[in-house]
């Protein structure tokens, strides 16, 4: 399938914004990502799913810059990011807020670590953090903040640094379910209106068939492509689409995948 | 607490007047000869009775202690960057450090006043020699424990390395530098001391312990003994104050300036 998206980049029939070709990485005898190939459209919102262990994270290293892998091609827009970190925007699980810098201070990270965050950044910074709904805590110490509103700050941060495409690496895992939930929707909310590509790690089936436009079900040793799903549920999808036959039928088939 | 710093004082100041009542009751109860432990109302008494001699002493050894002080902690700090950001820097000069700090410290008096004379300089050699090693300590270990996902999130971000190292990895290590610091306050004066004893110019607290001793003035051996425990508690307290008041993350939910409740 990632072949077939090559193609039509190729031929120019459609934007990719990000483009992985063959990516293949091993530590030592052991090999972690096998001929991982797909492209992600500009503004489109794709899951990766996966067991523990499938290279899911060695995945996010790479495209992220972090790794340099031993084959493949990342391009975005066409340009070669194989180990140039800086290209993409980059969230985790673990918030990595600055305890000594408050959460408009966090949000600015960026600029300050570029060339200083100047009037206008923390002006702008503002601005978001009041639209997503952090307006009454801009000068608040991470601290005094609890779980979500810290993974919401941080997905302030990455917005902030300016980056078209967004790679989240199980950002919600560690929240309660309703927190998870609320922040499912904030994403959602930030994607549509900030025009934002995302490629979104997660273990969770359900939360990948909530957001995703298309599903990477990622299979291990070695971590390679199973299958990429196309999600077609319409949008917005409301909690009840869960209990939906064609919701039930696209987990089923990413089940069977995962527990072959 | 509302109030930290108030409730700290009130602690301290408590300690201290205990302290002082002990050691009262002790030599009331003991009946022991004003010659071997004076009770602490005698000292007092000769500390306020030759107030500005004790004051020019006393400034002697402060000047000492905190020059000695500022030198070691800006050289320990400045050392313990340099070894974490050059690696082969840092292999060579650890063990030179921990083998400076094997050396008895009365041994290093001598040869230092044999090179420098009897003026300040020893003495100011000797306090930071004492007081650079638990920051560097500190600080090298502190800027070791910085998260490595803190780290690349920084590059991910495009960030500089001086920017990074600033914004990132100092701040991180802050707790660490003041441990250094508060362990490196209790010490100095004691390098003054050695100092003093060695060979000296100007009387300072550790000449005048020892002419006092020499006088069999026991009120002035303990006068003396007061004042430079007190020279090292000052500075702890002080580096209590500064340290917080440098670290309002830790006890407020906003920033300074921006008003919120306390939370603690």
Same mark, same amino acid.
């Given at each position: ?25 091993? !530590?030592?005898?052991?090999?972690? *990502?096998?001929?991982?190939?797909? +492209?992600?459209? =500009?503004? &489109?919102?794709?899951? /990766? $799913? %996966? ?8 995945? !996010?290293?790479?495209?992220?810059? *972090?790794?340099?892998?031993?084959? +493949?091609?990342? =391009?975005? &827009?066409?340009?070669? /990011? $194989? %180990? ?31 060339? %200083? ?144 | ?264």
């Amino acid at each position: 399938m990632g072949g077939g998206l090559l193609f039509r980049k190729r031929h120019g029939e459609d934007a990719l914004k990000l483009c992985i070709a063959h990516l293949t990485h091993s !530590f030592g005898t052991h090999g972690v *990502l096998h001929d991982i190939s797909f +492209g992600v459209a =500009e503004g &489109e919102f794709v899951c /990766i $799913v %996966g067991a523990s262990g499938c290279g899911k994270s060695t995945l !996010f290293n790479a495209v992220s810059g *972090l790794l340099e892998v031993d084959s +493949g091609t990342i =391009e975005l &827009e066409d340009e070669a /990011i $194989v %180990g140039k970190p800086g290209r993409v925007g980059y969230m985790l699980q673990k918030d990595l807020l600055l305890p000594w810098r408050t959460a408009l201070d966090n949000i600015v990270l960026g600029a300050s670590l570029t060339r %200083g965050a100047n009037a206008t950044d923390r002006a702008r910074a503002a601005e978001l953090a009041t639209h997503y709904g952090l307006g009454a805590y801009l000068h608040h110490y991470p601290r005094a903040l609890s779980g979500g509103m810290r993974q919401r700050v941080a997905l302030m941060r990455t917005i902030a640094a300016g980056h078209d495409v967004m790679l989240l690496d199980e950002p919600f895992a560690a929240l309660d379910s309703l927190t998870r939930f609320t922040m499912q929707r904030l994403l959602l909310k930030v994607w549509s209106e900030m025009k934002r590509t995302i490629v979104f790690v997660t273990h969770d089936i359900d939360e990948a068939l909530m957001l995703a436009d298309r599903v990477i079900v990622m299979l291990p040793n070695p971590g390679r492509v199973g299958r990429i799903l196309k999600v077609g549920l319409e949008r917005p999808r409301e909690p009840a689409c869960m209990a939906s036959p064609a919701f039930m039928e696209l987990k089923a088939q990413v089940l069977a995948l995962l527990y072959d | 607490m509302r109030r930290p710093i108030l409730v700290q004082t009130f602690f301290w100041t408590a300690a201290m007047l205990l302290i002082l009542s002990v050691w009262q009751a002790a030599v009331v109860a003991l009946q022991i000869p004003p010659f071997v432990v004076p009770k602490p109302a005698a000292v007092i008494d000769v500390l306020l009775g030759n107030g500005p001699m004790i004051a020019k002493l006393m400034w002697q050894t402060l000047k000492e202690t905190l020059g000695g002080y500022v030198i070691g902690a800006a050289v320990g700090f400045f050392l313990a960057v340099g070894m974490s950001q050059i690696p082969l820097m840092g292999r060579l000069v650890y063990p030179a450090l921990v083998t400076s700090q094997a050396v008895p410290i009365v041994g290093i008096a001598a040869p230092l006043v044999i090179i420098f004379g009897f003026g300040m300089m020893p003495k100011l050699i000797i306090v930071a020699w004492i007081v650079f090693f638990p920051v560097v300590v500190n600080v090298m270990d502190g800027l070791a424990q910085v998260d490595a996902d803190q780290v690349n999130l920084a590059r991910l971000l495009g960030g500089t390395s001086l920017r990074t190292f600033l914004i990132v990895k100092l701040p991180a290590c802050i707790g660490p530098l003041f441990s250094g610091l508060k362990i490196g306050a209790t010490y100095a004066v004691t390098g003054a001391v050695i100092g003093e004893w060695t060979a000296s110019s100007r009387m300072g607290l550790g000449t005048f312990l020892l002419s006092a001793n020499a006088q069999m003035n026991t009120p002035g051996v303990y006068a003396a003994m007061l004042l430079m425990t007190l020279i090292g508690v000052g500075s702890f307290v002080t580096l209590l104050v500064i340290e917080y008041i440098a670290t309002p993350w830790r006890h407020r939910s906003t920033s300074p300036g921006h008003e919120a409740a306390r939370t603690d």
